[in-house]
């Protein structure tokens, strides 16, 4: 993974849930790109339509929240968004999307700050998170070491694999 990522952000408000994320009624679709396709329609009609690889998404609190489907990140990743910040995310929504290698951010200033149609800038090494359309800066955490390993390798199964595991 690139230790950095640019791009324009889609804005949301508190608990998308993962039913919001990826409807239910299209889970029994086997094709990756089929089912990213459904991404954030209910929310978004026009998401997978204007969303462009490297674009960010910004949400307010408990993003992810709801079902445990790892389906939700996934396809978030397949239509090329780069990170999501949130004020806070759902703790299995948080795990599967480091599992998959979806880099996701917590700051509660960037996500409240930071407005649809923004371009934002983050350094996954340091954690700052710079609005480049207002030019503010703000700091969420870094990655550690060992979940920076799992983004860069992305995903779970292939940084084991890289480990020899």
Same mark, same amino acid.
């Given at each position: 993974?690139?230790? #950095? ?19 239910? @009624? ?10 990213? &396709? ?6 978004? %009609? ?21 079902? &445990?489907?790892?389906?939700? $990140? ?10 999501? /910040?949130?004020? !806070?995310?759902? @703790?299995?929504?948080? @795990?599967?999307?480091?599992? /998959? ?5 917590? &700051? ?5 700050? /930071? ?5 934002? !800038?983050?350094? *996954?090494? #340091?954690?700052?998170? %710079? ?9 969420? +955490? $870094?990655?550690?070491? *060992? ?8 995903? +779970? ?5 890289? @480990?020899?595991?």
């Amino acid at each position: 993974m690139k230790m #950095t990522a640019q791009g324009t952000v889609f804005k949301y408000g508190d608990n998308v849930d993962t039913d919001v994320i990826i409807p239910a @009624r299209y889970l029994n679709i086997a094709d990756p790109k089929e089912l990213a &396709s459904h991404a954030m329609e209910d929310i978004d %009609t026009e998401f997978v339509k204007n969303v462009k690889p490297g674009d960010i998404i910004v949400a307010n609190k408990n993003f992810g929240c709801g079902s &445990s489907r790892e389906h939700a $990140p996934r396809v978030l990743k397949d239509n090329g968004v780069a990170c999501v /910040i949130a004020a !806070s995310f759902a @703790r299995i929504f948080y @795990r599967n999307a480091i599992n /998959i290698g979806l880099p996701i951010l917590e &700051s509660a200033e960037a996500a409240e700050a /930071i407005a649809a149609g923004d371009t934002v !800038s983050i350094d *996954f090494g #340091t954690g700052v998170i %710079t609005d480049e359309t207002t030019g503010e800066t703000f700091q969420a +955490l $870094p990655f550690p070491e *060992f979940i920076q390993n799992i983004i860069d390798n992305d995903g +779970l199964l292939n940084s084991l694999k890289a @480990r020899g595991v």
